[in-house]
Nanobody, 122 residues
């Protein structure tokens, strides 16, 4: 059984630099891409960032490019999302997902975490 668990959310200031973490277990971590998605109240889930299994390829939504950085430590079975220069519109529940393709579409990912709330205060 694959498990995906996010951590690191909470109430953060716009000048802060929180880092979300996502730990996965149940299958060989390095063989699978990981993605971060987010969903704000009343809005659809949207792509944030993705990273390939070996970490060589990364992709970002235009809205976070240059501010967020996705990375992974395959030795710790963990993927990270470093968040800088936060904006109020970054407030959302952030989800981590694992899948076979490094994709921007949510339906390419087959295992999801429960999500972690990030609330940005100005």
């Amino acid at each position: 059984q694959v498990q995906v668990v996010e951590s690191g959310g909470g109430l953060v200031q716009a000048v802060g630099s929180p880092r979300l973490a996502c730990a996965a277990a149940g299958r060989t971590f390095s063989r699978y891409a990981c993605g971060w998605f987010r969903q704000a109240p009343g809005k659809e889930r949207e792509f944030v960032a993705a990273i390939s299994g070996a970490g060589r390829n990364t992709y970002y939504a235009d809205s976070v490019k240059g501010r967020f950085t996705i990375s992974r430590d395959n030795g710790k079975n963990t993927v990270y999302l470093q968040m800088n220069s936060l904006k109020p519109e970054d407030t959302a529940v952030y989800f981590c997902a694992q899948g076979s393709l490094t994709a921007t579409a949510w339906d390419h990912y087959d295992y999801w975490g429960q999500g972690t709330q990030v609330t940005v205060s100005s």
